[in-house]
């Protein structure tokens, strides 16, 4: 009875959320965003980075299929993809621009320019992860924040009084994780594994980071936890493959063991947050659950606010799951939006939509202890 009233709330929301997003802000609701992780919110950072190999690039047919320029922009997606999406539910047109196209622009990063994109896909919590996941350059997490926090000091030499007040009115927008899982189970016979050690090595650097941002002037988080990672075409084709054995496949047809650590991940991420606002004057934050998202999808797919019909197979990608390469030659699916993955590992513009707008809107069910649009109301 309770998992059925959860989905009743959890319908009942999504059916409101069209409405709640008409008073999205015409103009910016934060002075910048600025946007940290793998490549579920990469915006081309990996186009130029010269030792990055393929299989972490987004530059070539068929991805951004369905962005406005109709071209490979970087972005792991058909179209936008979920930093563009939560820039726009605050006023951006899209995310920021990232950091090494200003770079090799000769552009000097202005705080005032509405922010930047950091992430990188392959990046994970670990340093260690990137080169291991891509085989290549990645800017870690490390990287990434360092990068931030350099800027910073440079913005503060100029403007000390306005660069403080401007990082700490903006959203830090953090999407990472999802690599260390998959780079973890990738190794299920390694000698000495240790599960819970591994995720409390994976929170420990979450702290890390954002104590570094915050030493920088950050106070308002936005984090969306790992979702169900077994569930990408990659590793449910892997579930599915007899040669590997018998490997255990969850109620959703899945890899149940990446699933087993998104879960245990997320309360521990939740904990890390709270932990770190009573420790930390000022700092707010806002915990997206994208397992509990991902989980109402599975289960009610059919929710008139998205109504996913191929939850399984890959929009784009060769395969009984398409789990197969994304390129110019691979299988294309024709009504994209009715599909929750686009490649092996990355969701649809529209799959990422849903999470976005949950991000902003959500109530409790799956952002807590509140939503993005109440972490970025300006404070009394």
């Known amino acids: 009875m309770a998992s059925r009233g959860r989905a009743f709330a959890a319908g009942a929301l999504f059916l409101l959320l069209e409405l709640a997003l008409q008073g999205?802000?015409?103009?910016?609701?934060?002075?910048a965003m600025f946007v940290f992780g793998d490549s579920l919110v990469d915006v081309g950072n990996n186009n130029h980075l010269a030792r990055c190999n393929a299989s972490c690039r987004a530059d070539y047919p068929r991805y951004g299929v369905d962005h406005p320029c109709h071209s490979p922009t970087g972005r792991f997606s058909n179209g936008y993809n979920l930093a563009d999406q939560l820039a726009q539910l605050l006023g951006f047109p899209e995310s920021p621009p990232p950091l090494l196209s200003l770079l090799k622009a000769r552009l000097v990063p202005q705080m005032s320019s509405g922010g930047i994109n950091f992430a990188s896909g392959g990046a994970g919590l670990l340093d260690r992860t990137g080169p291991r996941v891509c085989g290549g350059e990645v800017l870690s997490m490390t990287a990434q924040v360092g990068n931030f926090t350099s800027l910073a000091r440079r913005w503060r030499r100029e403007n000390r009084t306005t660069a403080a007040d401007l990082i700490s009115r903006s959203l830090f927008f953090i999407s990472v994780g999802s690599n260390d899982l998959f780079e973890h189970i990738d190794f299920p016979s390694a000698p000495n594994r240790n599960d819970i050690r591994f995720l409390q090595d994976l929170v420990a650097s979450y702290t890390s980071y954002i104590k570094d941002l915050y030493a920088a002037g950050a106070r308002k988080f936005s984090v969306v936890s790992p979702s169900l990672v077994g569930c990408c075409p990659s590793q449910r084709a892997l579930a599915h493959d007899p040669s590997k054995g018998p490997i255990g496949v969850d109620k959703f047809g899945c890899l149940g063991a990446a699933n087993n650590l998104s879960r245990q991940l997320h309360p521990m991420?939740?904990?890390?947050?709270?932990?770190?606002?009573?420790?930390?004057?000022?700092?707010?934050?806002?915990?997206?659950?994208a397992v509990g998202m991902a989980e109402f999808v599975f289960n009610s797919p059919s929710?008139?606010?998205?109504?996913?019909?191929?939850?399984?197979?890959?929009c784009c990608g060769s395969g009984e799951f398409g789990e197969g390469g994304c390129n110019g030659s691979a299988p294309l699916c024709g009504n994209r939006s009715s599909y929750v993955f686009w490649d092996r590992f990355h969701p649809t513009e529209a799959a990422s939509a849903v999470t976005a707008k949950e991000l902003f809107v959500d109530t409790g069910l799956f952002v807590r202890p509140i939503n993005v649009q109440q972490l970025v109301a300006p404070q009394p």
Not at 24 to 31: C, D
Not at 269 to 289: F, H, I, K, T
Not at 306 to 313: C, K, V
């Open 24 to 31: 999205a802000a015409e103009s910016p609701l934060v002075p």
């Open 303 to 314: 929710t008139p606010a998205y109504n996913f019909t191929e939850l399984e197979r890959a």
């Open 269 to 289: 991420v939740a904990d890390m947050l709270q932990g770190l606002s009573l420790e930390l004057p000022r700092m707010n934050y806002s915990l997206g659950d």
